[in-house]
């Protein structure tokens, strides 16, 4: 009887052809350990939007990303794992290792190759930093960290190091400097002290109106100062007009090659932003603010979380959820509907449009998106009058206007000058000159998107829509100097292998495009009618701003500078 019983139940894990049954499931299987440790990471009843937040986590935990507990993620979150390792390859920051490889070292220095930290011998440092040997630690080329003014730029672990040094990069890893260092800035108390949030508090107690805010910002002409410069007031007005809930999106993504005006501001006077993100929520009517900041600026994720508290504890901010969202290194989520799509956990792939983020934005509610430098300004337009900021413009250009400055001058950093300022102005008046030795041949007037302008152009003033007709924009105001030692043959190219590296890769014409203009333009010579077409063809046919303007580059060289070919 026993036997037979033994017989009937090997039976039945046996296949038809009589051979053994497999004993295990087929698939990557979930470690139980792994699987502990990410629950005791990211807690119970994990969030679908959260899914870029808890890869942080673990990377900040383990150094990097495992297939172990990427699949222990996926089980938890109920998602495919497909769907997490497409989003955690996405990103640069996120370090992934499958199983037979070895993980990366403890420590990793990136080191800015962009343009203005190319102008200051990044190069020349990589290669040095390559050759001296420092147990434990990577080097690893990176994109604009937002520290023009003080290149070249270092990052060890996530302590930027200005004007760094072979010397000073070492020191920093035997130090163990690898914390961010937070700036002397004016924080909760300092600024209640000098008037700050009498504002807002005004506006709550019912001593203006949401239509006198309005009124306010249309008459300043305030404009939103991320690039796109569209009429602040009329934005909010539009997003208002939908039906709620709606909700608010602050982009702190700048990274536009030679762009820090933000990091500047929210290093020195972050309440005036968070004031006018406060005010901005009143009026439109958002219920939630996501302020997503780039993983570059450690510092000011840190210094915000801190002071964001004080004015929920001090009962400023009862009327609006605010949720600080971190960025993995990707300069397309600077476009706004990528940044919409990376703060719901997902790639930063750009949407087609219409419809536009203020009618179907995060989560497809009408949404508010706005950057650092407009809300900074909402507070000083109503309290000064709107004339006091549109008056303060000159050559026919209305506003103030934040300009980063780097490249071949004295004294670069932000300049906060009047709109419509020429180069020859900004580089003679606020900049202290060339450097020594340096004589201006060229200018980036709106980072590496904005394209490139000779120096006989010094005379155009820096404003929205006036750069047009010369195929270039002011953008972010991110302005970039070279001189009669730079060959602008290398500035494209440098440009191009930007926009080829940060690619989403959703569109064709962007993702190939970039990438063999990119082999064409290192050649001796370039083949100039074929860079031509695939210029065109970004241009034309791109999803985003991305591709767009990747073409830029090429066609102001051929224009402007055929000499340097």
Known sequence: ?????????????????????????????????????????????????????????????????????????????????????????????????????????????????????????????????????????????????????????????????????????????????????????????????????????????????????????????????GGAGFPAGRKWRIVRGYEAPRLMAVNIDEGEPGTFKDRYYLEHDPHRFIEGMLIAAWVVGTEKSYVYIRDEYPAIIALLKEEILKVQSAGLADHLEIEIRRGAGAYICGEESAMIESIEGKRGLPRNRPPYVAEVGLFGRPTLENNVETLHWVRDIVEKGPRWFSDSGTNGCSGLRSYSVSGRVKNPGVKLVSAGITIRELIDEHCGGMLDGHEFKAYLPGGASGGILPASLDNVPLDFGTLQEYGCFIGSAAIVIFSNQDNMKDVALNLMRFFRDESCGQCTPCRSGTEKASRLMAKPEWDVELLEDLSTVMTDASICGLGQAAGNPINCVLKYFPEDL
């Not at 019912?206 to 006198?212: F, L």
Request: glycine share 6%.
């Open 1 to 225: 009887m026993q036997a037979n019983t033994v017989e009937v139940m090997a039976s039945r894990f046996r296949n038809s052809d009589g051979r053994k049954a497999r004993s295990y499931t087929k698939g990557r299987q979930v470690d139980p350990s792994a699987r502990a440790e990410i629950r005791a990471l990211i807690g119970g009843s994990p969030s679908r939007d959260l899914l870029i937040e808890y890869l942080h986590l673990i990377q900040d935990r383990y150094g990097y990303l495992s297939s172990k507990n990427l699949a222990a993620l996926a089980d938890e979150m109920r998602l495919a794992q497909s769907e997490v390792y497409e989003v955690a390859t996405f990103y640069a920051h996120f370090d992934i290792v499958h199983e037979d490889e070895q993980p990366p070292p403890p420590l990793t220095i990136r080191v800015c190759d962009s343009i203005s930290c190319q102008l200051a011998n990044a190069e020349k440092l990589i290669h040095d930093l390559e050759k001296v040997s420092m147990e434990g630690v990577r080097i690893l080329r990176a994109p604009c960290m937002g520290r023009c003014a003080t290149a070249p730029v270092a990052e060890v672990g996530h302590n930027h190091v200005d004007h760094a040094t072979v010397q000073s990069l070492a020191e920093a890893v035997q130090g163990k400097h690898i914390h961010p260092i937070i700036p002397d800035y004016i924080d909760f108390d300092k600024y209640c002290a000098s008037g700050g949030y009498r504002l807002w508090k005004a506006c709550r107690d019912g001593k203006y109106s949401h239509e006198q805010i309005l009124d306010d910002l249309d008459a300043s002409q305030l404009k939103g100062l």
